[in-house]
Every structure is written in C-alpha cells, then in structure tokens.
C-alpha cells in the first residue's frame, strides 16, 4: 500500500512527523538589520517604500510598537541582542568596535547561539559580526557553527577616529574564520547573506537550528544588487530596503518549500534608529524623535516582527515593552534551552507577549538608555521617560515624539526616576563583567597609505 503512495505525500508526512517530534524545539530565524529606522517598512508607516513580505509577516504574526534595542549603535547592541544583557553589564557599552580594536564580547558570555546548541541546534551567523574580529572573538568562537559575512561595518574600509595615520582599512569578507574575499562587491551583500542563510537552512533541515540574519545594509554607504538598484521612489534607501523585504520573503519562501513553516519562529528587527546626518541615505524614525546615536526614542525604539504559526496570533500588535535583551530568555523557554544561572541577565522572557496573552503585562519595569560612548543616559518606567542631562522628562505614551517636556509639572517623577537610574546603574556598573582582549590577529586589515 505505501508503495502506491505519490513519494511527494510520503515524503511531506515523513517530514511533518518529523517536525512534530521537535515541536519543542522550533528552529529559529532572527534577521537584524543595521540602522534601519522605526518607520521604514509599509507596516510601520512608511508612504514610499514598499516592504510587501515584511507587511506579510507582520499579517501572519505580531508587531511591537513599543521594543528598543538596548543602545543607539551597533556593537552595544549586538551585545545586548546575542547575551540578554545590557551592554555595560558585558563592558561592550563604549562605542563600536573598530577594525584596530583587539577586543571584543567575551567568550565566557553565554549567546543565544551557546545556549542553543547543547539543544542540537545547529547555528549560523549570516551578515555582519561587529563584536570582535580577532581570533577568538568571531562567531564561531561565540556559539556559532557556520559564519559568512563581514565582520565589521561596512563602511570601515577607511580611516576612522583616532586612526593609526599610516594606515587605511579593508574589508573582510568571511567564510568561518578565513577572509576569503578584501573588499567584496557591496551591491552583493544583502544576496549572499540570504543565499548563505538560505543553503544553511536547507542543509539542517532535520534538525532545529538557529539562523542569525545580521544584514550590513542598510548601513551606509547603501548598496542594492541589480534587480533592485533604481527602482524605489525612495531612492537608494528605499532600494535596499525592498531588496532586504526581498531577502525575507526569500528566507519565507525557503521555510515553506522545506514545509518548516508551522515550527519556525521568525523574527525581524534593526540594531538602532536610522543614521540621520546622512539625510536621502539615512532612513526614517517616522513619528519619532531623533535617530541613530541618540537616546531620542527614534534612536532605540525600532521595528520588531515575530511569526509563529499557531503561538503568536496573526495580525496581532503588541504595545507593551519589550527589549533586544528579552530575545535570549524568551527563546530559552520557547526552545527549551537552560538560562545561564550563574550570572545576571538583563532581559525577560516575554513569549505572553508574543502569544498575545489578554492579561500579559510588559515584566520590563524600567530600562535604562545609555549614550552613544555608553553614558548612562536616562531611564523609562511605565510611560515616562527621564532624560538625565537636561533632567526632560516626557510622557511616552501621551508624546511618542517627546516634544513637550513635563519635568517641571511633574519634579516628583524626576527624582524618582534619577534615583532609580542611578541605583541601577551603580548595580551594572559594580558587577559588569570584563571584555575579552587578544593580541593575536587571525587577518591584517590594515594597508598602508601611499
Ligand atoms: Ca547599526
């Protein structure tokens, strides 16, 4: 009787059987781009650029309309993301890393790649690193099985502050822990990061993994293939993000075709606010204020999609908080992975948010913003918002756009909120734990200048 079967249904229901057995153990996808702003995406507002996959998944799943990323830049944030930490907890709260820099996350930091893989996930880093590029601080030495991309900005392939004069920069393309490419076409790097995502996929199909998606773009300087270049009203920017809307619909389009769809959680969100001082390059934070490098809401708070089928409920919009720091627990009770218990971590697990729960209340109490060079810069709980410099205090739900400051009707919230940011600051600070250091270089980016 099997036999007379069509292969193609067998097939499917060997492989659906196979998903249900694992259906503790979803395989996870998280694509996260770099500097794109909180109104980039047809879903989050924008009138011109045309994000039809990514407004997909957003109808298939949830949107938040209130996450931050835990620093207005990349390094800090990626930190944060990977560990579940704020980034001073894990010292990686002083800027980004640059390609002189002979530092970066500590190995002994647990990521969400480290805390999967002892599940039998299988785990890839697809994009760009930007936490550390010396031996011992690429991906594969953070959890990771397979790495490709570059592991720095992409903009780094020139002198930037405090440069050594001799020198200029290139950029790495990687393989695993080998360069195999110097200054690889730009115009190509949304493509192959996909294309490498995609073949991963495939290749452990049959067992849960763990995609990391860190595109490069769209960082400046922006770049789109061929299929995209010159054809979105919004320029160039508006060119690389459908070609990153096409990488999505790529990326869903895979889970599909290998039927891994039902157990796949999928998620979408951006390292920090859009990069303004390069205006028609830069992207947008819709209604909100400021962008990349400040600690405005339009420099932290930023688009974030989940899909899960049959958990998070389509078309649903989630106003609670939440925070790049909740992605390590959350996924730890999703996919039933052990929390590091020998350490603080930052975040909370927020699956009732995900899935909708009527009652679920954000656990996020309060979260502190800290600059640009990792000052602590203010504090949010509940709806307000505490700027310290200047002592703004605004009401985030009442003014998202933080015009109209409040501190003087309100001088009690103040100095609670002063406190508290203090106090909890003071709590970080006493207990960060160290970065990793390494002499040794795996590559030389450096050439000399003529
Ligand atoms: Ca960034």
Redesign the pocket.
């Known amino acids: 009787m099997l036999l007379a079967l069509p292969i193609a249904v067998l097939l499917a229901s060997l492989a659906s059987a196979q998903q249900q057995s694992r259906a503790d153990r979803p395989n996870v996808v998280v694509v996260f781009t770099?500097?794109q702003g909180y109104g980039d995406l047809s879903c989050y507002g924008h009138p011109t650029i045309h994000t039809p996959n990514l407004d997909r998944l957003a109808a298939e799943g949830c949107k938040m309309t209130q996450f931050y990323v835990a620093a207005p830049?990349?390094s800090p944030?990626r930190a944060a993301l990977l560990t579940g930490c704020y980034p001073k907890r894990v010292s990686m709260h002083k800027h980004v890393i640059f390609p002189q820099y002979d530092y970066g996350l500590h190995t002994d930091e647990v990521t969400i790649a480290d805390m999967l893989r002892p599940r039998g996930y299988a785990t890839g880093c697809f994009g760009k690193w930007h936490l550390g590029h010396r031996p011992g601080l690429l991906p594969r030495d953070q959890g990771f099985d397979r790495y490709v991309g570059v592991p720095y900005s992409n903009d780094m392939a020139q002198i930037h502050r405090k440069p050594d004069n001799k020198y200029a920069y290139r950029l790495p393309f990687m393989v695993d822990d080998e360069v195999v490419e110097w200054e690889p076409d730009q115009r190509l790097l949304t493509r192959r990061a996909t294309e490498a995502a995609i073949a991963f996929i495939e290749e452990h199909r049959d067992q849960p993994f763990f995609a990391y998606i860190p595109h490069s773009m769209p960082?400046i300087p922006l770049y789109a293939s061929e299929p995209f270049a010159g054809t979105s009203p919004r320029g160039l920017y508006g060119d690389v993000i459908e070609e990153i809307d096409w990488s999505v619909g790529q990326l869903v389009a895979a889970l599909d075709r290998l039927k891994l769809t039902d157990n796949t959680v999928v998620i979408f969100t951006s390292?920090?606010g859009p990069w303004l001082p390069f205006k028609r390059d830069g992207g947008s934070a819709g209604l909100l204020r400021g962008g990349?490098g400040t600690n405005w809401e339009g420099g932290q708070r930023v688009p974030f999609l989940v899909k899960w089928p049959g958990h998070v409920p389509a078309g649903s919009v989630q106003r609670e908080v939440s925070t790049a720091m909740d992605l390590l627990p959350t996924l730890a009770g999703i996919c039933g992975a052990a929390l590091p218990q020998d350490r603080v971590l930052d975040g909370h697990d927020v699956a009732p948010l995900w899935r909708g729960e009527p009652a679920a209340k954000s656990p996020t109490r309060h979260f502190l913003y800290y600059k640009n060079q990792g000052g602590l810069a203010g504090v949010r709980r509940g709806p307000w918002k505490l700027l310290l410099d200047k002592s703004e205090l605004y009401h985030l739900e009442h003014d998202p756009r933080e015009n109209w400051n409040v501190a003087k009707q309100h001088p009690d919230v103040v100095q609670a909120l002063q406190q508290l940011a203090a106090d909890l600051d003071a709590e970080i600070t006493a207990n960060a734990r160290p970065t990793r250091t390494v002499t040794a270089l795996r590559f030389d980016p450096r050439v000399q200048k003529r």
């Open positions: 770099d500097d830049l990349c944030s960082h390292d920090n990349k």
